[in-house]
């Protein structure tokens, strides 16, 4: 649903853009924004409009010719006073570890970065750290977290604050893909109180827009939910694997926490490993070190 302000700035782009032979040619509505396909009878592009109470109206150039593109932001930042955002070329992505471990926490990761970093990140060989072995994906963290051109953000979940949130949105009628919303939006978040103003962002598909878009910082452009998108995005690769080497180190401080050395995954590994710990330390250890609600809990107790 267009708000009145956004249906105001709308309104007000149009009539700048109309006189000059720029017409809309089509529209569709982004989360806080809506884009216009504009086309002047010889080239077209694309551009979106926000409207928010802290910033008030934007324009952000969203592809396609660029003498067109810069004709139409340079008349509507003149005409009508909008901030105009040049497109630094920096993208954000995230993506997750953990969501089908039956141990350890949820992480989410997110990570922006611009096309250079990007291009290196493609060199070192990013990618679906589910591919990748543990010791590549430590690696490759450490390689990625010091670079300079490179800013990330992680939520990590306790098997202890996971459950316990699993709890009270079961009572509100929700579930565990909620509870990853929430935290892409939490990484996001911080990710953006650092400073980070995205051109793009592409988030590793786990559910549904409506699901995600309440958990999401406000953006100044369009979130795209992507199928695997760690092979085609090096955003959504990097937070991958950051995502991953988080879950691994957690992963081995539970270990050391309860004494007994746990692993990924949550087939029949995963079982053998919950009945020798609740063997040493009795079923409560399970709420302590796994996520609870998965059928592994009624297998092992």
Not at 39 to 58: A, E, P, T, V
Not at 134 to 156: F, N, R, W
Not at 192 to 209: H, N, Q, R, S, W
Request: charged content about 25%.
């Amino acid at each position: 649903m267009i708000s009145a302000d956004l249906e105001k700035h709308f309104e007000s782009t149009v009539g700048v853009l109309e006189p000059l032979g720029i017409s809309v040619i089509d529209q569709k509505e982004l989360p806080y924004g809506v884009q216009l396909l504009l086309d002047d009878g010889h080239s077209s592009c694309r551009i979106n409009l926000y409207h928010s109470l802290k910033k008030g109206c934007s324009t952000v150039q969203a592809g396609g010719d660029r003498l067109l593109l810069e004709r139409v932001l340079t008349v509507i930042s003149l005409k009508q006073g909008c901030s105009q955002h040049v497109p630094s070329g920096l993208r954000a992505g995230s993506d997750e570890a953990g969501k089908g471990d039956y141990f350890g926490p949820l992480v989410v990761a997110a990570v922006a970065c611009a096309k250079p970093a990007a291009d290196s990140l493609v060199r070192m060989g990013a990618g679906d750290s589910k591919k990748l072995t543990a010791g590549t994906v430590l690696k490759l963290y450490e390689a990625i977290t010091v670079m300079s051109d490179i800013k990330y953000a992680v939520c990590s979940i306790s098997p202890r604050e996971y459950n316990r949130l699993f709890t009270e949105f079961k009572q509100i009628g929700k579930n565990s893909l909620d509870i990853l919303a929430m935290a892409h939006g939490k990484a996001f978040a911080e990710l953006t109180a650092l400073g980070v103003i995205p051109e793009a962002v592409v988030v590793d598909k786990f559910c549904e827009m409506r699901r995600l878009i309440p958990w999401l910082p406000e953006f100044r452009c369009e979130v795209e939910l992507r199928v695997r998108a760690e092979d085609s995005e090096p955003s959504v690769a990097a937070a991958s694997i950051i995502a991953r080497s988080v879950y691994i180190e957690e992963l081995a401080k539970l270990s050391a926490y309860c004494g007994v050395s746990l692993s990924p995954g949550s087939g029949a590994p995963a079982d053998a490993i919950g009945k020798k710990l609740v063997g040493l330390r009795g079923d409560a250890v399970l709420y302590e070190t796994a996520k609870v609600h998965f059928a592994n809990t009624g297998r092992i107790t």
